[in-house]
């Protein structure tokens, strides 16, 4: 593999943006510019689209973890000529983003024959809101063409003992959940409704000015007050004396709060109620969204790295070029200005382009090469890793459900529901054959928890798959298969699993997003400020897109490639409306498959 | 749908129709000529399906579409397929004008006219009925259809139950699902199918599940009513039964000739007979027919003349009433001497009683009372009944009762009928009900909860026994909460307070007796001073419990809020009756006062009669036009003359007309005036007082 075969010559050698690396964010912006009839070249060091989104075979997936837990050897042949006149060379290389990768293989047998029959996920646990934005944008850019979704079948809310307990997340669920009293039902429905009325005011008072409160007073629709919107969420729970059962749902299940929200020492991430409300909006306007989905989530068949793809093949059909197996190996710079030229393939090919967005896992190389002092510097800084903000994330393959009745389900472990030091949220999301992401007939578990170090983020995603799942060292130890026929309700067996840690670094932290577009992987406690006016006028060309962060869906990594083409071309409409839509009656252009 | 604005149709949907409705007359007139020419090519057919299929409201082409299968079906020689075919063409084009308008009554009623026939599948049917129940789940021509493929498919109601169970699971808000469901749990409970054998038990899962309804969405009414149709399943006794009677079991009457002449004997149990006939009023738990002389036995001491002519009292114009009343004839020998007879009445030996909703009264019952007869003594003297009776306050004086008459006074306790059967197997009602509190004594903080409550506390009173309402403080407060709670509603929740308010002041014997009053008017030189039962000044809206006043003779509910008096013919002893100062509208909405045919001495004074232009009560009020009147009552030419004021005021003729009222007081109404008195002059040959003013 030392010896790549020989590349194609690629032909324009100029183009208005270059995308190296075929993430979900690169894909968005490459497909918006193309929208906008920009020329677009698309790379990617890998022989297939999505990067650190994509969705992999059990070997892919291997090969891939370990390669990017190493730091690459810097390309060594190519990029060291420094001979160009005109420009200088920065030699780019690939920062390890996953670390700690243990992959075990209980009965490989049972795999041997079907390990490229999986679409592993590297960014799992992962599904979209019915309302989300992404949703959204794949229908306006007709991305939604590409890809076809099914309804994840339920969510719960799994406790110590193994339970999972439906989250009532809708006035159906709420009615036919089990395990709420009376009282609770009717506690949390109010809460609902008045979230509800809550949006219906805000939405009346922002199209009808001021009369607008004397009519909402009238229907009970009230807003939520300033002040309450400005406090932790968990206190306006609190203060509308709902029992801590339902804040937990609420929280973790429904808000999908990350860290502990009880708890402000250990809360990296308090909630406040405007955040807390707009994600009860978004899933409750999930609901029912579209007529054949049936809860509030969904997944695309083939696994999650359809959607780069899609976007991708929406890019395409605007005319943007795409090459994979083509690394970028080094950034060409004006010699005199310091200002981005284009960048150098593995091909040893020059091209040209007045913008670049760079994969987030590709860092400059070693400061020998730079020509100034200026930039040395900034090369230093840039390659300061951010040290927190790590998830981890899990897969297991089974051949039985959590659920006998379910394929396709969510489950969330709150904050210390699994034991008194869990920090953050456990969520694992099981998906079945049924949505081609495995044989049919088995399962794939995907987990993930926020952490700071491997140890913890290992603890947590072991304490969920211990309560979930059988490992099969456990039942030989035991070695009686008696247990097991007497226990009906068997938790389903690991055939294979997979642990890492991922880095989130920087990009992530939509607080100072701006300023890290130009500046990516500076940690939050830098001063950001500083930093920024040093090296704007460097750097405004070549932007960084976003690591696959810790949340369950791509709200914040489509804001984010929203700001990236916006701050690339501030005049150019994102998406722009071209054909007449062809749904005008409705929309639902998404093909769900029921 | 339901909810979707309608928008105003823009300048190209306006060209779009009518370039449709050129096509559909094109297509209609070449469809009629086929039609009256009879063809029924296969063209011809497809050309009728053509036009259903864009205007499925065309009743004339579903029926040529009948006759054309039926022509076919002939020629075909019933050969299966040929037949198969020709049905399954009519499914199709039926499905099609469906999904252009699934509210097409004839191409619902095609669908059923052709699974008639018996030769097609119905197992599409369901399948396509989930499709259409999808979009509009509480369309009522698919639940009625879905009722018609279930019965022939002979699916069992447990199925169906299941099926509501589903669509209630989707959303609670569905109707018609709960609706459904209450059709096939009774139907379940009636035929004890397994499982739905233990009615208490039916009724504890059903009200589980409403509850969790109610609960998560307390605004939805869907729940509300499946509740309240729960609470009624849970204390409604099927079979009627007798509440009370009038003589009350174990009284003691005195029947003088005498117009109250007061000789020692308890006011309350004394009564005039002018005709030589005794009332005998049967009230009853629920309406009920073939009440009669063979159903009910009356024995007496005495053996003439037995049979009784009994009468419904009917508000409506149905055979059924609550209310029963028997003249029974005492003849002329005992009627002049002083005597004491017993006299004794069963019913429910022999069937023939049948409650409205096809129940037998199953429950054999009797009671027993004594009739003392005081044979008149004097002359008729111009005493009591001519005299002018005032309602003044100093009139009335508090009835304190004579020690030596305390036993007289007794009957108020039995004023109702004491049921064995009704208390036996009460007690799991008391459970559920119980139960059903304590939940929603959850729920106070919503209109919703503050009903259910009240409801249920009430239901629960009236289980244990007629005389103590332990809750009834806590109801009146919940209505008098939800009065504020719920403007728009004051009025219902003032009604159903007034019902409460009523029966607690009249239950009970200390209670009733501290609204019992003698009258005496001191300037009058008459010696009786009968009872008079004044429930004046208590704000009341509605009247009720009338089973415990069955005895009243002189009631005064003046100064209260009426609107209404309906029931108020259940108390068919009353001869005064002071209506003055409500709120009553008009005479329609005084009905229940052609039944009171004792009636003497009514006083209207300052209602609110002919003050509203529109009178809503009168559509509720037989008319004139009415079959039920019959032509014998209407056929008032020969009383009044003036035939304006009869076309003017026939509410008031209507009511008035048949009641023999001596005094009479209307002013204070917009109604009254000069036309009006001269009219009542007439319509009145008894009256003698009008307004306080003596007519000659």
């Given at each position: 593999m030392s010896e790549p075969p020989s590349y194609p010559q690629i032909e324009p050698t100029t183009f208005d943006l270059i995308a190296a690396g075929t993430g979900l964010a690169e894909c968005i912006v490459a497909a918006a510019a193309s929208a906008s009839g920009k020329t677009v070249l698309h790379l990617d060091t890998n022989p297939f689209y999505g990067s650190h989104y994509s969705s992999l075979s059990v070997p892919e997936l291997t090969s891939f973890l370990n390669s990017n837990s190493t730091p690459s050897s810097p390309p060594s042949s190519t990029s060291t000529t420094t001979d160009s006149l005109d420009y200088s060379i920065v030699n780019l290389t690939t920062q390890p983003v996953y670390s700690d990768v243990e992959i075990s293989c209980f009965y490989p047998e049972l795999l041997e024959e079907n390990l490229r029959k999986f679409n592993l996920d590297l960014c799992g646990p992962r599904v979209l809101f019915c309302a989300d934005k992404l949703i959204d944008l794949m229908l306006k850019s007709g991305a939604s063409h590409y890809v076809e979704f099914k309804s994840i079948d339920a969510s719960f809310v799994g406790d110590g003992n193994g339970k999972l307990w439906n989250v009532p997340d809708s006035r159906a669920a709420i009615f036919k959940d089990k395990s709420l009293t009376l009282k609770e039902k009717n506690q949390?429905?109010?809460?609902?409704?008045?979230v509800q009325g809550h949006l219906v005011a805000t939405v009346a008072a922002g199209s009808s000015g001021d009369d607008g409160n004397g009519n909402d007073e009238k229907e009970g629709k009230t807003k939520i007050s300033d002040e309450d919107l400005e406090r932790p969420f968990i206190e306006y729970l609190s203060n509308m004396q709902l029992p801590p059962k339902i804040r937990s749902i609420i929280l973790y299940a429904i808000a999908m709060a990350d860290y502990d929200q009880d708890d402000r020492g250990v809360c990296q991430n308090l909630l406040k109620t405007k955040d807390g409300i707009d994600r009860l909006s978004l899933y409750q306007s999930s609901v029912g969204r579209f007529t054949n989905a049936s809860g509030a989530l969904i997944y695309p068949v083939y696994g999650q790295g359809e959607l780069p793809q899609a976007f991708s093949r929406r890019?395409?059909?605007?005319?943007?070029?795409?090459?994979?197996?083509?690394?970028?190996?080094?950034?060409?710079?004006?010699?005199?200005?310091?200002?981005?030229?284009?960048?150098?393939?593995?091909?040893?090919?020059?091209?040209?382009?007045?913008?670049?967005?760079?994969?987030?896992?590709?860092?400059?190389?070693?400061?020998?090469?730079?020509?100034?002092?200026?930039?040395?510097?900034?090369?230093?800084?840039?390659?300061?890793?951010?040290?927190?903000?790590?998830?981890?994330?899990?897969?297991?393959?089974?051949?039985?459900?959590?659920?006998?009745?379910?394929?396709?389900?969510?489950?969330v472990y709150p904050p210390r529901s699994l034991y008194p030091e869990q920090i953050t949220s456990i969520r694992a999301l099981q998906i079945s054959g049924n949505l081609a992401v495995c044989p049919l007939g088995m399962f794939v578990l995907y987990l993930s928890a926020l952490c700071d170090d491997a140890i913890q983020g290992?603890?947590?995603?072991n304490a969920a798959m211990n309560v979930l799942l059988t490992f099969p060292d456990s039942v030989n130890s035991e070695s009686s298969s008696t247990v097991q026929s007497e226990n009906t309700e068997e938790k389903p067996t690991v055939i294979w699993s997979g642990l890492y840690i991922q880095e989130m670094s920087t990009v992530l932290h939509i607080l100072n997003f701006s300023l890290t577009i130009s500046i990516p992987r500076v940690h939050t406690h830098v001063d950001i400020g500083m930093a920024s006016i040093l090296f704007q006028g460097q750097f405004d060309s070549i932007n960084f897109a976003p690591m696959p962060d810790g949340n369950l869906n791509y709200n914040d990594i489509s804001d984010a490639a929203v700001k990236l083409f916006q701050e690339m071309y501030p005049n150019e409409e994102y998406f722009p409306e071209t054909t007449p839509p062809e749904n005008s009656e409705d929309d639902i252009g998404l093909s769900l498959e029921t | 749908m339901h909810g979707r604005p309608r928008k105003a149709p823009k300048p190209e949907d306006l060209a779009a129709f009518s370039a449709k409705a050129e096509k559909l007359r094109i297509l209609q007139s070449q469809f009629l000529s086929n039609h009256h020419q009879k063809i029924y090519t296969k063209e011809a057919v497809e050309l009728s399906a053509k036009l259903l299929e864009i205007n499925p409201e065309c009743y004339t082409a579903w029926n040529y579409r009948k006759l054309a299968v039926q022509h076919n079906l002939f020629e075909s020689n019933l050969d299966p397929d040929a037949v198969n075919s020709i049905l399954n063409d009519e499914l199709r084009v039926v499905e099609n004008a469906l999904r252009q308008n699934f509210k097409s009554y004839g191409a619902w009623y095609h669908r059923k006219w052709v699974l008639n026939k018996g030769h097609s599948s119905i197992e599409n049917e369901l399948r396509l009925l989930d499709k259409l129940q999808n979009v509009d789940p509480r369309n009522f021509h698919a639940w009625n259809y879905r009722r018609f493929v279930a019965a022939l498919l002979n699916r069992s109601d447990e199925d169906e139950l299941n099926h509501t169970q589903d669509l209630i699971d989707k959303n609670i808000s569905n109707y018609s699902a709960w609706h459904n469901r209450s059709v096939l749990v009774s139907n379940l409970m009636k035929k004890k199918v397994q499982a739905f054998s233990q009615k208490d038990e039916v009724l504890i899962r059903e009200y589980e599940l409403v509850r969790d309804a109610v609960f998560t969405d307390e605004d939805d009414q869907s729940g509300w009513f499946y509740h309240l149709w729960l609470l009624d399943q849970t204390v409604k006794a099927e079979s009627p039964l007798?509440?009370?009677?009038?003589?009350?079991?174990?009284?003691?009457i005195t029947l003088s000739g005498d117009r109250y002449l007061d000789l020692g004997s308890s006011p309350f149990n004394t009564y005039h007979f002018d005709s030589g006939s005794l009332l005998l009023i049967l009230y009853f738990n629920q309406a009920v027919e073939g009440v009669n002389v063979s159903t009910v036995t009356v024995s007496s001491g005495f053996n003439v003349n037995k049979d009784v002519i009994w009468k419904p009292i009917l508000s409506n114009n149905s055979k059924t009433a609550h209310v029963w009343v028997g003249q029974l004839k005492f003849p002329k020998v005992e009627l002049d001497s002083l005597g004491a007879y017993t006299l004794?009445?069963?019913?429910?030996?022999?069937?023939?009683?049948?409650?409205?909703?096809?129940?037998?009264?199953?429950?054999?019952?009797?009671?027993?009372?004594?009739?003392?007869?005081?044979?008149a003594k004097k002359e008729p003297v111009d005493g009591f009944g001519s005299e002018k009776i005032s309602w003044r306050d100093e009139n009335f004086h508090i009835y304190e009762p004579d020690s030596l008459q305390s036993d007289l006074v007794l009957p108020l306790d039995h004023l109702s009928i004491k049921n064995e059967h009704e208390l036996s197997d009460s007690s799991w009602q008391e459970k559920i009900i119980d139960e059903e509190i304590s939940n929603f004594r959850e729920l106070l903080d919503c209109k919703i909860g503050k009903l259910t409550l009240a409801r249920l506390l009430t239901a629960r009173d009236a289980l244990v026994s007629s005389d103590k309402s332990v809750h009834s403080e806590e109801v009146l407060r919940l209505y008098s909460e939800l009065m504020k709670l719920d403007p728009p509603h004051s009025q219902f929740y003032k009604d159903e307070h007034s019902l409460i308010l009523f029966e607690k002041v009249i239950s009970g014997r200390e209670s009733l007796l501290s609204y019992c009053f003698r009258y005496r008017n001191l300037t009058s030189s008459s010696s009786s001073n009968p009872i008079c039962l004044r429930l004046n000044g208590l704000s009341l809206s509605r009247l009720g419990s009338f089973e415990k006043l069955l005895w009243v003779q002189m009631l005064d509910l003046s100064h209260n809020e009426l609107r209404s008096i309906e029931g108020l013919e259940a108390m068919q002893l009353l001869s005064h009756l002071n209506l003055s100062k409500n709120k009553l509208g008009s005479f329609t909405s005084l009905e229940s006062l052609r039944h009171l045919k004792s009636l003497k001495v009514l006083d209207l004074s300052y209602n609110e009669i002919g003050a509203h232009s529109v009178d809503t009560t009168r559509y509720l009020c037989s008319s004139p036009l009415c079959h039920s009147i019959g032509r014998s009552e209407w056929d008032g030419s020969e009383i009044v003359t003036d035939g304006v004021s009869l076309v003017s005021y026939w509410e008031a003729f209507f009511i008035l007309k048949g009641l023999k009222l001596t005094q009479l007081d209307i002013t204070g109404n917009a109604i009254a005036d000069e036309k009006f008195t001269a009219f009542l002059a007439e319509v009145l040959p008894a009256l003698k007082w009008l307004d306080g003013v003596q007519l000659n």
């Open positions: 949390l429905m109010r809460f609902f409704k008045l890019s395409a059909v605007k005319g943007c070029i795409y090459v994979l197996r083509m690394p970028v190996t080094a950034l060409l710079m004006e010699k005199d200005s310091g200002r981005y030229k284009g960048v150098r393939l593995a091909s040893g090919q020059d091209i040209f382009s007045q913008k670049l967005v760079l994969d987030p896992s590709l860092t400059l190389a070693s400061p020998s090469a730079s020509p100034s002092d200026l930039l040395h510097e900034s090369f230093n800084f840039l390659s300061t890793r951010d040290v927190r903000g790590k998830v981890a994330r899990g897969i297991c393959i089974t051949r039985n459900s959590l659920k006998p009745d379910m394929s396709n389900l969510l489950v290992k603890r947590l995603l | 007798l509440t009370s009677s009038w003589p009350a079991h174990g009284s003691d004794e009445v069963t019913l429910g030996h022999s069937q023939g009683i049948i409650s409205s909703g096809g129940f037998h009264y199953s429950h054999p019952s009797h009671f027993s009372f004594t009739v003392h007869v005081q044979p």
